[in-house]
């Protein structure tokens, strides 16, 4: 008698068909190789970028406002209702 049987033969063919099928879904999943880098732009030079008008500099920004004293006060005692 052979020490082949079904059982051991059917999951010799399940195992082979997962890593067949899995090697398949990775090889799928793999990212192509990335292109050789370019170069895209031109290096300029910094005198190309220099503005001429310099008589008046940029106006500042205001002054921010200060700040509440305690804002969450004024959410705890909301006003009161006008009695009908």
């Known amino acids: 008698m052979s020490t082949l049987s079904v059982p051991k033969i059917a999951a010799a063919v ?3 068909l997962a890593l067949v099928i899995g090697g398949a879904l990775v090889k799928l999943g793999l ?3 990335l292109p050789e880098q370019t170069t895209v732009h031109k290096d ?3 005198s190309r970028f220099v503005t001429e008008n310099t008589a008046a500099p940029a106006a500042a920004l205001p002054a921010m406002p200060e700040p509440a004293a305690n ?3 004024a959410a705890v005692n909301p006003p009161a209702a006008s009695a009908h």
């Open 14 to 16: 399940v195992v082979v």
């Open 31 to 33: 990212n192509p190789p």
């Open 44 to 46: 300029l030079p910094a």
């Open 71 to 73: 804002p969450a006060q």
